[in-house]
């Protein structure tokens, strides 16, 4: 019986081939396995082997999905694997949608099994996980030994055809796939269950959740922003030209805080938006498209808002885990309303 | 009130000379049954066929499934305001029931004919009617007959033909007889003071042609929230004109056997205190929603609930009234646990359900009805095959060269039903 | 009780039907998703939502016709109409992934039409309306 094979697919880190300076390295592969690939092909044992292992940057993927996609598939196909195995990402959020996205290309356009896996939080599982089967890890790669051994174990399952159990019996992140079974009570019987412990106060398990509704309720709205300080806010992406706090192009780690005071509108020379997730041309073209200060000075001029805050906040939206996005919010907002900010307005693409 | 029901165990279905019962056996005779409805201009033809569990055997397009029975004593009879224009009050006294027989009334009302029942196979394992002895009356519409005027005709023949079948249990004794009984509201609550008063809300469907229901014949279209017994759902009180989406539909035979109802005999008197039942409806019209659900809370606090069950007949509509039900009973402060089945599309990745509260943290579900399935050919097809593939649940290529069926479990009868009468549920994956 | 009431349909039977006190929008489309669509528009510029996108249990991608019930007049947008038909056309558009709507027999079709025009007037007839 030959070895299944296996491909692997990490970063520039995990490739040791640099940290966050080489996160623009274009794809490129590599015969059998590199960094944690050694641990994971020991892992998967006797049944398979990592015949090579694909690596491209972090940020190189982000901005150059449908390119990096292509050349990545174009290295993969010729090995003709039964497997391939992306990660573990942990809580690396471009690393985490890169993984996905590599692995839902390789299931559907190659047809070949594939698995990853990552961090709860990580953007990538919300993404990718009606498509994939993604383990769950912890957050660091201090979990990397359970990580891999629980990737293998799966992996291994997957290639054979074996049958896959519940989420909680195999490890993987809840997909949201609705599946039929047949209980042994009729639906009348448990209901009468479930209502008979909910009288009582006692422990139930719903078998439908609804869905997350937030735990945000908006603040009244105002009528009159004549004597309001307003100001700006966005989560695309428009920075200063130079990035100076290197905000990332997705799955972004920090916002900004930028001067306006001096302008009447956007200038083209001094703001640019680094946002991955959308077509940047119209933007680029005028960026009061995407934070509308040209609009806001006239409202002021015209006594529709009192005064316009004198710096905008920033950060980009797309793949930016909703727990940095309301740590964001936590935090800024105090600030806001230590300089009398009363009103936002949030703009999004 | 109080409803001593007895039941006759049938175990086999023949054709005889008459309708009688022996030995647990039903015979029943085709011409004595015709004749009952085949006066009624709006039918051309009709004939009797028998369809036993593990036969290979198709039944298509269904329209309802009733249970015969009959009123033996208590005051009023059986299906209230829709046989023989006798509209009173029922749910007392003593009714037998034919139990393990079933009456199936198949035919085709319009193009898009849907609903199936297998006997055997796979698709046998969905329905609760590939279980009951089923004698099929199979009914064809006259010539360029109007579609309001051949439901309703379908409709009346299925009622009398199932009546005249339970008259045949009247006189005889009984295999099993079970109790049923609640008591007016105070003298009920006093009855079991340390138990949570648990009510059950039923929603009806009234929306339409081929999507109503009708209490003590009464279009529930035109209801307002009320208080039942739940002993009259036995007696027929409340009857199915919804001929639409096979696998969420509630026969007659479901509502004569609300599991819900039954489920919440069994605790009665040792956990919970079963104190009624509010019936509402499912109208298009948002101002009625608004209506009926207010109603229904009122109703539930007047009632001085702990506690209800409710379920849904649909999907879509429906979710919206279950939704608002909801929501508006747990802001009285009264609890709820809802009972509904699931339509997230064909990979299951999708919402369930059209509409949603976050006060609906307590759901049973009775099961996706998107799924394929493949069911195979039967010998027997009893009413016809024509137009499975325009049938919900069905498409293009679903009727296969050998008589198998690939298609969504949609198309089974009550395969789905939110009364919670199947196995059937699921769960994320 | 007579309220003010427009129907946005794409059913011929019930765009030939005469209906007291109520003004009638046809949608030449050819299937539900039309109908929501010009729905959503006009309750964006602030009519009411009278009746549920999702009325009848027959599915979107089997029924080919729907007719909705709005308020004549637009007197501002209401939110919660919006958020239901904008999830009504979400729910359509779950049950067209991989699905297409069948051709159907004329006589078929007509059946379709009858239904439809069968369900917005159990709507109407209760308030005011037919």
């Given at each position: 019986m030959s070895k299944l094979k296996v491909v692997h697919y990490i970063n520039n880190f995990f490739a040791g081939i640099g940290g966050e300076e080489k996160a623009d390295i274009s794809p490129r592969e590599m015969q059998g396995f590199v960094g944690p690939g050694m641990a994971l092909d020991k892992s998967l044992?006797?049944?398979?082997?990592?015949?090579a292992t694909v690596v491209c940057g972090d940020s190189y993927y982000a901005e150059n999905l449908e390119k990096a996609e292509a050349d990545l598939l174009d290295m993969i196909k010729k090995y003709d694997a039964d497997l391939f195995i992306a990660g573990p990402?942990?809580?690396a959020g471009r690393y985490g949608v890169a993984c996905g996205a590599i692995a839902k290309a390789v299931e559907e356009k190659l047809g070949i099994p594939s698995v990853t896996a990552m961090y709860e939080e990580n953007p990538g599982v919300d993404m990718f996980k009606k498509d994939l089967y993604i383990m769950t890890t912890g957050n660091s790669a201090a979990s990397m030994k359970k990580a891999v051994s629980k990737l293998s174990a799966f992996a291994l399952k997957l290639a054979k055809g074996e049958k896959i159990g519940t989420p909680e019996d195999e490890g993987y992140h809840v997909r949201g796939i609705r599946t039929n079974y047949f209980h042994e009570k009729r639906g009348a019987k448990r209901a009468v269950e479930m209502m008979i412990q909910k009288a009582n106060n006692r422990p139930y398990v719903t078998e439908y959740e609804m869905p997350d509704f937030g735990n945000v309720t908006p603040m009244p709205a105002i009528m009159d922003l004549s004597d309001k300080k307003v100001a700006l806010v966005t989560s695309g992406g428009v920075v200063p030209t130079d990035n100076p706090d290197r905000i990332e192009s997705s799955s972004a780690t920090k916002y900004g805080i930028y001067d306006i005071s001096e302008y009447d509108s956007m200038p083209a020379d001094k703001f640019t938006t680094i946002h991955g997730?959308?077509?940047r041309t119209y933007a680029l073209q005028d960026i009061n498209r995407v934070v509308p200060l040209d609009v806001m000075r006239d409202m002021e001029k015209e006594g529709v808002i009192g005064e316009l805050a004198d710096y905008y906040i920033a950060t980009t939206g797309t793949g930016t885990s909703v727990g940095n996005a309301r740590g964001f919010g936590e935090e800024y907002s105090k600030k806001l309303l230590a300089d009398g900010v009363q009103a936002v307005i949030v703009t999004s693409t | 009130m109080r409803l001593e029901v007895g039941k006759i165990f049938i175990n086999d279905i023949r054709f005889g000379e008459s309708t009688y019962v022996e030995n647990g056996v039903l015979y029943v005779n085709e011409k004595e049954l015709i004749d009952l409805f085949i006066e009624d201009e709006r039918i051309k033809s009709a004939k009797i066929e028998l369809a036993k569990p593990g036969e290979s055997i198709r039944i298509t397009p269904v329209k309802d499934v009733l249970e015969p029975r009959v009123k033996v004593s208590g005051g009023g009879t059986n299906f209230p305001g829709v046989v023989g224009n006798k509209v009173k009050q029922v749910g007392e006294g003593r009714t037998h029931v034919l139990s393990g027989a079933a009456v199936v009334t198949v035919g085709k009302i319009v193009g898009f004919q849907e609903g199936i029942v297998d006997m055997s196979g796979i698709g046998a394992d969905y329905t609760p009617f590939s279980k009951t002895l089923n004698i099929c009356v199979v009914i064809e519409p006259a010539e360029g007959i109007e579609s309001h005027a051949y439901e309703a005709a379908a409709r009346e023949a299925g009622l009398v033909v199932t009546n005249f079948i339970g008259?045949?249990?009247?006189n005889l004794e009984a295999d099993e007889i079970e109790v049923f009984e609640t008591k007016g509201i105070l003298e009920q609550a006093k009855m079991?003071?340390?138990?949570p008063r648990i009510g059950y809300v039923c929603m009806l469907q009234s929306q339409g042609l081929l999507h109503d229901t009708y209490v003590y014949g009464v279009d529930a279209k035109n209801i307002i929230p009320t208080l039942m017994n739940p002993t009259e759902f036995m007696d027929g009180a409340v009857i199915s004109g919804n001929c639409v989406a096979s696998c969420d539909k509630i026969p007659t035979y479901l509502h004569q056997n609300d599991p819900i109802i039954e489920e919440l005999f069994e605790k009665h008197g040792k956990e919970i205190n079963f104190m009624g039942v509010i019936i509402t409806n499912e109208n298009v019209f948002l101002a009625d929603k608004e209506r009926c659900s207010d109603g229904v809370a009122k109703l539930a606090r007047l009632m001085d609930l702990e506690g209800v069950i409710i379920t849904e007949e649909g999907y879509g509509n429906p979710d919206t009234d279950l939704m608002m039900n909801c929501k508006k009973v747990e802001q009285n402060g009264i609890k709820t646990v809802l009972v509904t089945d699931e339509f997230p599309g064909r990979d299951g990745?999708?919402?369930?359900?059209?509409d949603a509260v976050k006060e609906a943290d307590a759901l049973v579900s009775c099961g996706q009805g998107n799924i394929v399935i493949t069911m195979p050919p039967m010998d027997k097809v009893i009413g016809t095959l024509e137009d499975i593939e325009t049938m919900i649940g069905g498409y293009d290529g679903s009727m296969k060269e050998d008589g198998s069926i690939e298609a969504e479990i949609q198309i089974i009868i009550s395969a789905t039903s939110a009364f919670g009468c199947n196995k059937l549920t699921a769960r994320m994956h | 009780m007579s309220l003010e009431m427009k129907i946005i349909t794409n059913n011929p039977l019930v765009n030939q039907a005469i209906y007291k006190n109520v003004e009638k929008v046809f949608v030449e489309t050819g299937n539900i998703q039309g109908v929501l669509l010009r729905a959503r528009d006009l309750i964006h510029k602030g009519h009411k939502l009278l009746s549920h996108p999702l009325s009848g249990s027959l599915k979107p991608n089997e029924n080919p016709y729907k007719s909705i019930i709005i308020s004549r007049n637009a007197d501002g947008l209401e939110f919660d109409h919006l958020i239901m038909i904008e999830k009504g056309i979400e729910t359509t558009e779950k049950f067209f992934r991989g699905k297409t709507l069948p051709k159907y027999k004329p006589a078929t079709d007509h059946d379709f039409m009858v239904i439809d025009k069968s369900i917005v007037e159990s709507g109407l007839k209760n308030n005011g309306g037919a």
């Open positions: 044992g006797d049944e398979a082997e990592v015949v990402a942990f809580n997730g959308y077509d | 008259e045949a249990g009247r079991y003071p340390d138990l990745k999708s919402e369930s359900l059209a | -």
